[in-house]
Structures are given as structure tokens and as C-alpha cells.
């Protein structure tokens, strides 16, 4: 079996700063060769759902 290794800390700081902040989305680490080689982040905007007569400000649309 592989012994563990750990992961640098500037590897570690990035990891962080890549979650930091997250309310909705993903963080992708990839790795090769037992090594991190990327972090990607993926962040989505959740909007509030409305009825399609409606408009963000609250006031009807006129068919």
C-alpha cells in the first residue's frame, strides 16, 4: 500500500480560497501523478422564481 502524502500548503491555501465565498457552484481538483495540477471553480447564481405574468419588481405584465 502507498503511504500518504500531504499536500503542500500553498496547495492547501488555494484549495480554501477556491471554496471561500461558495454559496452555490462546485470546486474541481484534479490530479496526476499523485500531484494537484488544477483547481477549477464553478460558481451558479440562484435567482428567485417567479410566475411568468410577473416581474421581478413585483408588478404584472400586461398580456
Known amino acids: 500500500m502507498k503511504q500518504r502524502s500531504t499536500l ?6 488555494r484549495i480554501l480560497r477556491a471554496l471561500d465565498g461558495l454559496e452555490y457552484g462546485s470546486v474541481n481538483i484534479t490530479v496526476h501523478g499523485a500531484q494537484v ?4 471553480r464553478v460558481e451558479k447564481q440562484r435567482f428567485p422564481l417567479t410566475s411568468h405574468n410577473e416581474r421581478v419588481d413585483g408588478e404584472r405584465r400586461r398580456p
Open 8 to 13: 503542500p500548503d500553498d496547495v492547501i491555501q
Open 37 to 40: 495540477t488544477q483547481i477549477d
